[in-house]
């Protein structure tokens, strides 16, 4: 076993500047296109929500413009200010709120949507009720982004709450009509639905504006059900500006790339089961180049491996979705790559190297790295002292497997930030052209292309995390369902 440190990437921002940490680097040098035409200089806001949620979002909106003090706290690195936006001297494109763009919810109708029973249906006629009404606010006013802001009270009706489950996590809500496990998942199906808009969204919940408000859930997912803490409010700024950013169609960085370098396709393939479950695992892929502009496709069906039960894909389908995904990038690019860089969340097996490998041959692409990711992996690392190994730790088990820390103690914030102890990433060299110290400082810069978090230690690159986050809305899209290609319309 060998064990390496690896450096924490640099990401590039306006005017070329250079900085490791998101929030620093968008304070001292802008986001990356600020100064082209392209940038917003303002993002208008569609807002749908009770008059209670619309208030509060459009009261916090204000403060964030003037700018949020740090939080009081020994790690000023982690915990820095927020600078307000609309100015010259901070964060320059101006969010836009107006009545006129807003449509605020009746008590009676909230009443009329709590009355139904059964939180399926709940969450089925909340998603029409509120995509028709953002439907009619896009009409009426074309904004840049549209931003459900939920009711509390619709919220938690929709909520399974942690402390009411058995240990098999089944709901035991007192209410009958409640004791089946929930099916759906509100943000997925009204992400899904909301792409006929053909305009990207945000959900907003109430603790992100109030932090007196209880961090609830929106999801149904048991999985997901985990114990989270409110963010300090100024992080909370950084993450909706950035997000809303980025949804209006600006680039807030990328990774720095040089000169020499290949140009590069990232795609990341993952799998997830039909919303009926009765079909076999399809394929989703996630394409990104070093701006993060990420485009989505949906493959083929795939198959399980009879040895391991591994999802994967026969020849043909895994050829015509890497052919597909080139053909988008060409789209997008006016050229093809030199380089492409496969992330599958699964083991590559013969049958899909054939397909794959034919797809490149077709694109006359000579230089391809084939890795594959496991989340579950048993090797752990141990630090002398009371902190974790340091995010960039990479521990090489043998010539193909390989372990990196992506979440860990991180020098730049003096601590480590998370609450438990960090699971590494264990990856697999299939089939490469570099060295895997080089594929891991690759992996270790992706996990800093999330739009929806300004921290940058997140765990996952964000081609795999962007293709199971994909897979989850796409259970909910139709065949003849309107499918958007970019990524803004699924974060």
């Not at 002398?384 to 088990?397: A, I």
């Not at 991180?410 to 998370?418: E, I």
């Amino acid at each position: 076993m060998k064990i390496e440190f690896l450096q924490e990437p640099e990401l590039e921002f306006g005017n070329g500047g250079r900085h490791i940490d998101i929030r620093f680097g968008m304070m001292h040098h802008k986001p990356l296109d600020y100064d082209s035409t392209s940038a917003p200089k303002e993002i208008k806001l569609g807002i749908i929500g009770s008059s209670e949620t619309v208030d509060g979002l459009e009261s916090w909106l204000e403060k964030c413009r003037q700018g949020i003090e740090p939080k009081n706290s020994k790690q000023p690195y982690l915990f820095p200010e927020f600078p307000g936006f609309g100015e010259e001297n901070n964060l320059p494109a101006a969010i836009k709120v107006d009545s006129r763009r807003n449509a605020v919810i009746s008590n009676k109708d909230i009443d009329k949507l709590l009355q139904i029973q059964d939180v399926n249906t709940l969450i089925s006629e909340t998603v029409n009720f509120f995509i028709e009404e953002l439907r009619y606010i896009d009409e009426k006013t074309s904004p840049d982004v549209l931003v459900c802001a939920l009711p509390e009270s619709l919220l938690e009706k929709m909520s399974v709450d942690e402390e009411n489950t058995d240990n098999n996590n089944q709901p035991t809500s007192s209410n009958k009509n409640n004791q089946k496990e929930v099916e759906l998942d509100f943000r997925d199906l009204f992400k899904a639905k909301a792409m006929a808009l053909r305009k990207p969204t945000q959900i907003i919940l109430p603790s992100t504006y109030n932090a007196a408000k209880k961090k609830s859930k929106i999801s149904k997912n048991k999985h997901k059900q985990k114990a989270q803490t409110i963010q300090d409010e100024a992080t909370r700024a950084w993450n909706f500006y950035t997000a809303l950013y980025y949804k209006a169609l600006g680039t807030p960085w990328r990774l720095v790339r040089d000169s020499r370098d290949l140009t590069t396709c990232y795609v990341g393939i993952s799998f997830y089961k039909t919303l009926d479950r009765s079909k076999l695992l399809t394929s989703t892929a996630q394409i990104f180049n070093e701006r993060g502009e990420g485009v989505i496709l949906r493959g083929g069906q795939a198959e399980l491996s009879k040895d391991d039960r591994q999802p994967y894909l026969p020849p043909s389908d895994a050829s015509e979705l890497l052919s597909n995904a080139l053909a988008m990038y060409r789209r997008e690019h006016h050229n093809l790559p030199a380089r492409v860089v496969l992330h599958k969340t699964s083991r590559f097996i013969p049958e899909e190297f054939e397909g794959f490998q034919d797809a490149l041959d077709k694109h006359g692409i000579d230089t391809a790295e084939f890795i594959s990711f496991d989340r579950t992996s048993g090797t752990r690392l141990f630090r002398y002292g009371k902190y974790p190994p340091l995010r960039g730790t990479l521990l090489n088990l043998d010539n193909y497997t390989h372990v990196l820390y992506t979440r860990g103690s991180v020098d730049f914030f003096s601590t480590y930030p998370g609450m438990y102890v960090p699971r590494p990433l264990k990856f697999r060299c299939e089939s490469v052209e570099e060295t895997p110290k080089a594929l891991a400082q690759e992996i270790l810069a992706l996990t800093k292309m999330n739009w929806n978090n300004t921290q940058f230690d997140r765990g996952e690159p964000i081609t795999i995390r962007a293709a199971r986050q994909v897979g989850h809305i796409l259970k909910y899209v139709g065949k003849n369902d309107p499918l958007e290609f970019h990524y803004r319309f699924y974060m």
